[in-house]
Nanobody
C-alpha cells in the first residue's frame, strides 16, 4: 500500500518562497509519475506540476506557475518536491501530492499554503 505525506506548507508573504516535499512509502517509487495539485474551496483540484518516471523525468507545469515553480524527484529518497518561488496570493490553496500508475493513483492528505499580500 502506498502512502504519501506532504510537508512544507505554511504562511508566506507575496514574493516569498516555500518548498513542499512529498514522502512516498511503499514499493516501486521509480515506476510512479509524481504530481502536485492544488485546490481552493468551491473549485476543482488542478494540476500544478508533474514529473514522469525515471531519474531525468519530463516535467509539466500549469501555465500559471511556469517560471516560478520547479518540481523534482529523488528516487533514492522516494521524495517529490515542489520549489515555489515568487509566490502570489492567488497561489493560496491546499496542495496535494499525487502518485500515479496507468491503473491507479494515490493522494496525500494535503498541506495548506497561504500567501499574504
Amino acid at each position: 500500500q502506498v502512502q504519501l505525506v506532504e510537508s512544507g506548507g505554511g504562511l508566506v508573504q507575496s514574493g516569498g518562497s516555500l518548498r513542499l516535499s512529498c514522502a512516498f512509502s511503499g514499493s516501486a517509487f521509480v515506476l510512479y509519475s509524481m504530481g502536485w495539485y492544488r485546490q481552493v474551496p468551491g473549485k476543482q483540484r488542478e494540476l500544478v506540476a508533474a514529473i514522469s518516471i525515471g531519474s531525468g523525468g519530463t516535467t509539466t507545469y500549469a501555465d500559471s506557475v511556469k517560471g516560478r515553480f520547479t518540481i523534482s524527484r529523488d528516487n533514492a529518497k522516494k521524495t517529490a518536491d515542489l520549489q515555489m518561488n515568487s509566490l502570489k496570493p492567488e497561489d493560496t490553496a491546499v496542495y496535494y501530492c499525487n502518485a500515479k500508475l496507468p491503473t491507479r493513483e494515490y493522494w496525500g492528505q494535503g498541506t495548506q499554503v497561504t500567501v499574504s499580500s
